[in-house]
């Protein structure tokens, strides 16, 4: 692996350090994509529903409203991506206990067979990229990542992370 530069301290960033952090980022994002973006092809689906097949396996029972306030897409927009995976088979909706008006997320067989297929190929790089950095960078790496969380989402992204 290339060496990503070290040493720096972080509280005297110049400009074109935080522009490669950037532009690090989206070489990454376009890498970490791209596999199950190949598994999502075969069955005409995209990133939003790879978000939603991922947040629904990471929490069954989630309820839309919940799913929404994950995604900050629109009803319009989780509809159109929702209905599609409902139909097909890979998510069923079940109405809530106490309040039959709720919706509440499952996947189904083969939702969860989908959603390991995505999730291995991704959790391959980020276990490969960690025993290239080791130990000291991987709990940077989750400092900074954390840091990217907007402050008023920060607590309860990371309390929903780590409850699992």
């Known amino acids: 692996?290339?060496?990503?530069?070290?040493?720096?301290?972080p509280l005297f960033l110049r400009e074109e350090e935080l522009r490669q952090c950037v532009e690090l980022l989206f070489f990454a994002y376009r890498d970490f994509t791209?596999?199950?973006?190949?598994?999502?092809?075969?069955?005409?689906?995209?990133?939003?529903?790879?978000?939603?097949?991922?947040?629904?396996?990471?929490?069954?029972?989630?309820?839309?409203?919940?799913?929404?306030?994950?995604?900050?897409?629109?009803?319009?927009?989780?509809?159109?991506?929702l209905n599609a995976l409902v139909e097909r088979g890979f998510v069923e909706q079940k109405h809530g206990l106490t309040d039959r008006r709720q919706r509440l997320l499952f996947l189904t067989d083969e939702g969860t067979a989908l959603e390991q297929?995505?999730?291995?190929?991704?959790?391959?790089?980020?276990?490969?990229?960690?025993?290239?950095?080791?130990?000291?960078?991987?709990?940077?790496?989750?400092?900074?990542?954390?840091g990217l969380i907007n402050d008023d989402d920060r607590e309860k992204a990371l309390n929903r992370i780590m409850k699992k």
């Open 1 to 9: 692996m290339a060496d990503v530069k070290s040493g720096t301290n």
């Open 34 to 81: 791209a596999g199950p973006d190949k598994i999502l092809k075969d069955y005409n689906f995209g990133r939003a529903h790879h978000r939603v097949i991922h947040f629904v396996g990471r929490n069954p029972g989630i309820t839309v409203s919940e799913l929404l306030d994950i995604l900050r897409i629109t009803k319009q927009s989780l509809s159109r991506v």
């Open 117 to 146: 297929k995505i999730s291995t190929v991704q959790r391959q790089q980020v276990a490969q990229a960690f025993r290239e950095a080791g130990g000291e960078a991987v709990a940077g790496y989750r400092k900074v990542l954390a």
